[in-house]
């Protein structure tokens, strides 16, 4: 994955508050150790503080007072728009797209209509890859 996406996935793990290992986050997002010393660094540098703890039980824990859960909204926020106006001017919208079975691809949907499915946003569209609405 890129980096990026590392350091989302990253935040998605701490968003629960609990402190996590270097270890475990390694682990989970298939890097080494030193590179998750370096997502927490860049995060910092963008105003998502991380706490760190030392010893037996130490580890990272997203900062109380932490902005992620802000941007997360705007993050969602602007993609509701772009998804939108997408619908309501008939453009198509390049996506990335994972799949348990084929992993992550890039797609051109041809968004029809947003709706909301147990407090999640999904997107009906037609998909030029596999030529049939998702």
Sequence with gaps: MSKIANML????ILKDREIHTISSLAENLEVSERM??????????????VKSY???YGGYQLDQTSNFL?????????????????????NKVKI????????????????AELFIYIDKWYIAAFCEKRRKSK
């Design 54 to 56: 030392t010893g037996k």
């Design 96 to 111: 990335t797209f994972e799949s348990v079975n084929s992993g992550i691809t890039e797609r051109i949907i041809h968004p």
């Design 70 to 90: 802000k941007i997360e909204n705007e993050v969602k926020e602007k993609m509701y728009v772009i998804m939108k106006e997408a619908i309501s001017n008939k």
């Design 9 to 12: 996935n990253m935040l998605q």
């Design 36 to 49: 998750v010393r370096q997502y927490k660094l860049e995060l910092e540098q963008a105003g998502i503080y």
